[in-house]
Every structure is written in C-alpha cells, then in structure tokens.
Nanobody, 119 residues
Framework: QVQLVESGGGLVQAGESLRLSCAYS????????MGWYRQAPGRQRELVAT???????SLADSVKDRFTISRDNAKNTVNLQMNSLKPEDTAVYYC?????????????WGQGTQVTVSS
C-alpha cells in the first residue's frame, strides 16, 4: 500500500506561482513512477507531469514551459512548481503513484488539492 497526501493548492492571480507537494508513504520502494494530474469542472482528468524512478521527467505540452516536477527523496515528496499560472490551469490537482509489487501493478491516488487562478 502507498499513501499520498497533496498540499499547496490555493487561489492565486494569473501570472503568479504555486508549489504543490505530494507526500508519499507506505511501500515506497515499490513506486515506479509518480505523476500529477488535474481535472477541471466538466472535463476529463488529464496528465500534467510525471517523474519516473531514476528521475526522468515529462510534462504536458500545455505546461512544459511553466511547470517543473521534482522529487525530494529526503522528505519523500514529489513537487510540482507551477509558474506563470493561467486561468485555464484552474482544476483539482491529483497526485498518482504507480507501484509494482509481486507480479502486479497498482495505482494510488491522493485526495486532490484545488488550484484556482483568477484573471
């Protein structure tokens, strides 16, 4: 089992920054990758950024020049630095962990944190 707790959401104005953190615990050695997803009202959940074991990262095209994903191994957190925020970044942001244990893959989700960007 892996537990995830997100923090750092809030209300900001366009052009400002926020830093989201996802604290992970439990069977952390089984985690193969972690990611941030977001879901705006009336829209499907979409992938924003991923970081894999070995620290390779990828970002959605819509955020590539503004967001950064990183991991702090000492604190067991995965962070999403969001700069130059736009109103269209408004969504609930979710942390996801993919773990491999035994012969199976498991997906774990956090509870989500709201990000609201006003124009």
């Amino acid at each position: 089992q892996v537990q995830l707790v997100e923090s750092g959401g809030g209300l900001v104005q366009a052009g400002e920054s926020l830093r989201l953190s996802c604290a992970y615990s439990g069977s952390t050695s089984s985690i193969m990758s972690m990611g941030w997803y977001r879901q705006a009202p009336g829209r499907q959940r979409e992938l924003v950024a991923t970081i894999i074991r070995g620290d390779g990262t990828s970002l959605a095209d819509s955020v590539k020049d503004r967001f950064t994903i990183s991991r702090d191994n000492a604190k067991n957190t995965v962070n999403l630095q969001m700069n130059s925020l736009k109103p269209e970044d408004t969504a609930v942001y979710y942390c996801k962990a993919e773990s491999f244990m035994g012969t199976r893959w498991y997906n774990y989700w956090g509870q989500g944190t709201q990000v609201t960007v006003s124009s």
